[in-house]
């Protein structure tokens, strides 16, 4: 478990393009043996501003859901919006 990868998908209920986006990250975690969950952020705000707050206190700007987070014992990388897949696959080696 030690410098395990883990990721952290927040999502609003009411986002339609966010099915299949985290279907899409999935299968990055999938492919690269990553640990991953899904929360929505109308079922769990306050989890949803802890993350939030962890990102902003380093210096990371989430603007907007849905957002990401890759955490790794000495990585972390916070980021906001929907990325195509060659902006996944560029974030998860940089940050994987």
Do not use: W
């Amino acid at each position: 478990m030690q410098n395990e990868t883990k990721v952290s998908i927040f999502v609003s209920r009411t986002c339609p393009a966010c099915k299949p986006y985290i279907h899409q990250i999935a299968e990055h975690c999938e492919k690269r043996d990553y640990k991953y969950n899904i929360t929505i952020i109308e079922n769990n705000p306050i989890l949803t501003y802890k993350y939030l707050n962890k990102a902003r206190e380093s210096g990371e700007i989430i603007d907007h859901a849905p957002f990401l987070m890759i955490e790794k014992e000495d990585k972390y990388k916070a980021i906001g919006g929907i990325l195509d897949d060659k902006q996944l696959t560029k974030l998860f080696k940089k940050y994987g």
